[in-house]
Structures are given as structure tokens and as C-alpha cells.
């Protein structure tokens, strides 16, 4: 079975009187969602006895956790104080990660800049080497797994051959946002083949046990030539990619995939969706 659940807290969790993170997971269970991505996109406000709540609970109801490290890390910069602050952004999120017990820290590898492709790319491998090698072990958080994401604009790191490509060199897995590889590619995701075409990718790179646990991103996206303008909800129409295309494979492959819903404010009400269109698809 896959897993679905929300990124970070939808409206309707505090519409139906729900107040902190950490009633989050119970009453997921009770709308029989498994999956729960805490957001720290915008910054890391929540201490260590919150986190070690939520991560309790989680564990109580069967909720999968993972954690999205902050927007504003850069991997590729040249700034050595703006990379520090990168690593130290990180950091804090995986040791949030170690607090709550979550499966991974899902993050944005970094932007491109006036750099060229390569360049970028080589300093993100670079700083994530020592980064890895280094300050990991300092701050005492080894064995928390970093996944970094496929991006949706295209003057970010971050297209499914350089994702592959660090977790490749790294040994990570990577956060594959199918929104994301739909926008880059304007619409690069019509047929049930062009999703077989992603996950073949993933497991000739990196093998089965990774492709059948991918950690997935989905919603439905609106973008420009640029690559990503905005995530929408499945009620506004004209948007793709299709979530049917890919449970189809879900359950070909045989995955244990978790989906992440990222939808505008209904990350609740569209996992829901999703997790019913695969359901009847097994059927
Ligand atoms: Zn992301």
C-alpha cells in the first residue's frame, strides 16, 4: 500500500477546531490518511518537546512523518556566509528530524543564478561533500536522511538528472514533485508513459528499493516558460498533471510510495482524492 497524506496544515484541519501540529497526526488517522509532511519552509519555529509530541503521536496513529527544510537554502552559492547559513538551515532541520523521529528532510538543492548548469552543479556537490562528510557528525544527526527535491523553475539545481545525479553520488533518495517535472518541462507529463519514463529513470539509477519507497510530491500546477507560477487544487480545472497516470504504475510497480499532496490550501481534501483514485484502481 502507498501512503498518502498533506504538506503541512490545510485550512480544514483548523476549521474543524484542530490548534496546534501536534493534534495533527490523530486526526489524520481519523480521516485515514497516513502521511504527514511538516512544513518548515518559511523557517523553523516549533522546540524540541513539540517536535518530540508530534513525533510520539505520529507514531501512535501510523503516520509516516517527514520534514521540508527550509526555502532559502542554497547549495550552489559562491557566498560563503550565505552557503554557512544554507548548511545551518539544514542542520537545525535534520536535528528537528532526530527530535520528531521523521523519515527524511526533504530540501531544495539551490539556485542557479548567473552560474552556468555545471558550475551550480559542482558547488552543490561540493558543499554537500563536506557538508556530509563534516558537519554532520559535528551536530550529531548521522543516519538522518537529507532527499533533495526536483525543482520547478528552471534557474533552480534541480531537474530529475541532477536530483538522480546527487543521490547518486550521496547515496540519498530523492523527492520526486511530478508538479514540478510537469512545469519545467512545460506539460512534460500528458501520458501514462511519460510518468514510466520518471520512474524507470529512478530505478535504472538507483534501484528498485528506492523507486518502490519513492517519497513523491503531487498537485496540480500552473506554470510559464520559466517553469512553475503556482500549485492549484484539483477544483480548479486546466491544470495538470493527472494523479490516475501515475496510481496506474503505482500499483504496477508493486511501490510503497508515500504521496505528498502539495494542492492550495486542500492538501487534506486532494490527498484524500488521490488516495481514493488509487484505491479504486486496485479494485
Ligand atoms: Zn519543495
Redesign the pocket.
Known amino acids: 500500500m502507498c501512503r498518502f497524506g498533506p504538506a503541512g496544515n490545510s485550512p480544514v484541519f483548523y476549521k474543524s477546531g484542530g490548534k496546534s501540529s501536534v493534534e495533527i497526526p490523530q486526526w489524520l488517522h481519523h480521516l485515514d490518511l497516513t502521511a504527514y509532511e511538516y512544513q518548515c519552509g518559511r523557517g523553523i519555529k516549533i522546540g524540541e518537546e513539540t517536535a518530540k509530541l508530534i513525533g510520539k503521536n505520529a507514531k501512535k496513529y501510523g503516520i509516516a512523518l517527514s520534514i521540508?527544510a527550509p526555502y532559502y537554502i542554497n547549495f550552489c552559492t559562491e557566498d560563503r556566509d550565505k552557503l554557512e547559513k544554507s548548511k545551518n538551515h539544514l542542520l537545525k532541520t535534520m536535528l528537528l528530524a532526530k527530535w520528531m523521529e521523521a523519515d527524511m528532510v526533504?530540501f531544495?538543492p539551490g539556485s542557479i543564478g548567473n552560474m552556468s548548469r555545471q558550475q551550480a552543479f559542482k558547488n552543490a556537490a561540493d558543499a554537500l561533500e563536506k557538508f556530509l562528510s563534516n558537519e554532520v557528525s559535528r551536530w550529531g544527526v548521522e543516519g538522518i536522511k537529507i532527499s533533495p527535491?526536483t525543482m520547478g523553475k528552471k534557474r533552480n539545481l534541480g531537474t530529475l538528472d541532477e536530483v538522480i545525479e546527487l543521490c547518486s553520488i550521496f547515496n540519498l533518495e530523492p523527492t520526486i514533485?511530478f508538479a514540478h517535472i510537469h512545469a519545467v518541462g512545460h506539460g512534460a507529463l500528458k501520458t501514462k508513459g511519460d510518468f514510466e519514463r520518471v520512474l524507470e529513470k529512478i530505478e535504472n539509477n538507483l534501484g528498485f528499493d528506492v523507486l518502490k519507497n519513492l517519497h513523491i510530491?503531487f498537485s496540480q500546477i500552473e506554470f510559464t516558460e520559466a517553469g512553475e507560477k503556482r500549485h492549484w487544487s484539483i477544483r480548479e480545472e486546466g491544470f495538470g498533471p493527472d494523479f490516475s497516470l501515475l496510481a496506474k504504475l503505482l500499483i504496477e510497480k508493486n511501490m510503497k510510495a508515500t504521496v505528498i499532496c502539495e494542492s492550495a490550501d486542500r492538501q487534506v481534501e486532494d490527498a484524500l482524492v488521490y488516495k481514493s483514485i488509487y484505491e479504486h484502481l486496485q479494485m
Open positions: 521540508h526533504v531544495h527535491e514533485d510530491h
